[in-house]
Structures are given as structure tokens and as C-alpha cells.
């Protein structure tokens, strides 16, 4: 069944919606015995177990109806992890795993570069600091520049001018293959409400110029303020400070971090949530067994129609190694990029009605 207007509200206003039992009995079976059966090393992306999850459940005629027309995904991020207990490692906000409050949770939106955080304390400016880190990549050390990857396989920036630095689509599908209705079993975490902070803050940084996303104004790429010197600024302060209070806890240093919420979810559910809305796996601590959550990156054909998408990319207007893609004359990709970061709504046709309504409410009062 479509979404109803009391889902498409709640939808709008926290950024993220549970279906319940959307995708069959059958075909979580299926996706479990595939991944059961992998071989070492195996990539399930790509396998029908996996991409049915989407293409052959209900998700696709929602998505349909609240979104619009997308590729078919023919690929997927499989999301298993293990349970383990807190550890000493660095993570890549820069701080320690086991003082990591939330279950480790590291807040961030997707098109963001990663490279593996350095687990000895940096030394040196921010300069010699970041230089270091861009040069970990997988393409070595190429200086400042488009072409660095990160270990995510994201661009350090999408266009080869070097000012649009995140990537984006339209939706998130977050699809459960294990109990995870307990706090604790890894599950996404998400915070609610700040797909719209996010919006608002790529509106202040266009208005500044052209340069969007870390390394645009408020938003620096590194942190050398955190544990190792060397953590990455996933959300910039303006961001984080709206979900910031006396009840946020802490890392040893006594910065605060914005509480997510745990998307509890049992075998079959899936979650519908916007790509733009800050979220994280989490620490595996209590689960009976691994973490398994099956991950589509969705974007609403009407961006670029010639250009069809796997499912997987956060980056999409680039080739998953980075390659830069052929567009035709007069379509900037950067630029229907940028509008699309400033405009979060307007690929989701079918809540148009809604967000419409919320706006004249938010104006009257």
C-alpha cells in the first residue's frame, strides 16, 4: 500500500520511515542463504538475493508513488557486522571506539570522502595534517585535487574545480535481514529532524559562494581537535549544535555529541529515510549474532535520465572509481547537484501535497 498522509508527514518532518514487513518472508530467506553461502572475499552486491530486496518486494511501487521513477538497483551495499565490544582504535571522527558515546555511532552524510583514520596522534599544522591524510588514499599521493579517493571509494570532490564536495541522490532504503529490536545490535542510527538542518545549511554555504560541502565555509574537512589529530568533521558545528544539549553525552574531552536514534527493525522491515539526513552504523555489542542490513542508494530519475545508477553510489554523478562521466552540452551535473543539496523535496514527487501544507504552516506561524 502507498504511503498515507500521516506517513508522508512523519516522513517530512524526521527524514526517515519504518515499513513494516515490506519486503517478504521469502525473500529474506533467500538474501540470508546467499550471504551464508558467500566465499571469502565474494562481492554479494551484485547477486539477485540481494537486488530482489528491492526489485521484487513492495519497496519499489511505494517508492514509486512517494518518489518517483529509478533504476532498478543492480547492486547494494551488504551491511554485516560482527558483534564486538568497544576497542582502543580510532575511528574516523578521531576518537577512540570504546569513548565513543551511542554505541559508537559516527554521525555523517553519504558522498563524504573517507580514508582510514590514522592510528598514531598527528603531529604538525592542519596543513602538514591534512596533506598526510589525502595522501592515504587508494590513489596515493596526487596533492589537492578531484582525482584523490577515498578507502569509500567517494572523490575528495565531485567536480574537477574542486568546489562541490559531497555527492547526492534521493533516498536511502535500509532493508533488515535480523532481529534488530533491541538497542545495541548495530543498527542505523539516525537523527531525526536534521535532514532539514543539512538543507538549510547548504542554502547558507551557496549563498556564500560556490563552494559546498567540507572545505566550504563552517565546514572544515579535519578536525586536529580530536584524540588523534586527525578526525573528520562528518557534520559541521552549525549542524551538530542544533541537536546539542545538557543531555548529550560526552567524549573524555568533554565534547558533546547529538543523540541518534536507533532505527529498531525486525527481519522484513525496511526503512525509507533522505539521503542528506545525518546517520551511522553502530557498535554490534548485544546482538546474538551479526548485523545484517542490506543498503540501496536511490536517486530519482528525473536528475540525469540518460545516466542509469546501480544502487550503490553515494557519489553518482561520478563513476564508482571516480571517473569523470560524459554529459551532454548545457547539463551541468554540479550545478542540478548543488540545487538538489538546497532543495531536498523536489525529487519526491509524490509528497508534494505535503511538504506544501508543512511550509504554509511553518508561514502562518
Not at 572475499?41 to 530482489?52: A, F, H, I, Q, S
Not at 543492480?74 to 554505541?103: A, I, T, W
Not at 542510527?189 to 556564500?208: C, D, I, K, N, V
Not at 567524549?251 to 522491515?269: N, V
Request: aromatic fraction near 8%; charge should be negative; glycine fraction near 10%.
Amino acid at each position: 500500500m502507498p504511503l498515507t498522509s500521516d506517513q508522508k508527514r512523519f516522513f517530512y518532518h524526521n527524514g526517515y520511515i519504518i515499513l513494516k514487513q515490506a519486503v517478504s518472508a521469502d525473500l529474506v530467506e533467500a538474501a540470508l542463504a546467499r550471504i551464508k553461502r558467500a566465499e571469502r572475499g565474494e562481492n554479494l552486491g551484485p547477486t539477485r538475493e540481494m537486488t530482489d530486496l528491492v526489485n521484487a518486494s513492495s519497496i519499489t511501487p511505494i517508492l514509486h508513488d512517494v518518489m518517483g521513477q529509478f533504476d532498478p538497483p543492480s547492486s547494494c551495499q551488504v551491511g554485516v557486522l560482527k558483534k564486538r565490544e568497544p576497542g582502543d582504535q580510532f575511528n574516523n571522527v578521531g576518537y577512540r571506539d570504546k569513548d565513543m558515546p551511542y554505541y559508537g555511532a559516527e554521525l555523517h552524510m553519504d558522498g563524504l570522502l573517507t580514508i582510514s583514520a590514522p592510528q598514531e596522534v598527528q603531529t604538525g599544522t592542519y596543513e602538514e595534517i591534512y596533506n598526510r591524510y589525502i595522501s592515504r588514499g587508494p590513489r596515493g599521493d596526487l596533492g589537492r585535487s578531484a582525482e584523490v579517493m577515498g578507502d569509500n571509494m567517494t572523490p575528495l570532490f565531485q567536480d574537477p574545480e574542486c568546489t562541490l564536495a559531497v555527492g547526492s541522490f534521493t533516498a536511502f532504503v535500509f532493508v533488515c535481514l535480523n532481529d534488530q529490536t533491541q538497542p545495541g545490535c548495530g543498527q542505523t542510527s539516525l537523527l531525526p529532524g536534521a535532514h532539514h538542518a543539512s538543507e538549510r545549511f547548504f542554502r547558507w554555504q551557496l549563498e556564500q559562494g560556490e563552494r559546498v560541502g567540507p572545505e566550504g565555509p563552517g565546514w572544515p574537512r579535519l578536525d586536529i581537535g580530536s584524540a588523534n589529530r586527525s578526525g573528520n568533521v562528518y557534520l559541521p558545528d552549525a549542524i551538530r549544535e542544533e541537536f546539542i544539549d545538557e543531555t548529550s553525552e560526552s567524549t573524555p574531552d568533554g565534547r558533546r555529541w547529538p543523540k541518534p536514534t536507533q532505527i529498531l527493525m525486525e527481519p522484513g522491515d525496511a526503512c525509507i529515510a533522505m539521503y542528506n539526513i545525518p546517520h551511522s552504523g553502530s557498535r554490534n555489542e548485544n546482538g546474538n549474532e551479526s548485523r545484517k542490513n542490506i543498503i540501496f542508494r536511490i536517486r530519482n530519475k528525473r536528475r540525469q535520465p540518460d545516466k542509469v545508477l546501480t544502487g550503490i553510489s553515494d557519489h553518482p554523478d561520478r563513476g564508482w572509481h571516480g571517473e569523470f562521466l560524459d554529459y551532454e552540452e548545457g547539463n551541468d551535473p554540479w550545478e542540478r547537484s548543488r540545487h538538489a543539496l538546497c532543495n531536498i523535496w523536489e525529487e519526491w514527487e509524490g509528497m508534494q501535497d505535503i511538504v506544501r501544507e508543512e511550509l504554509a504552516t511553518v508561514a502562518r506561524n
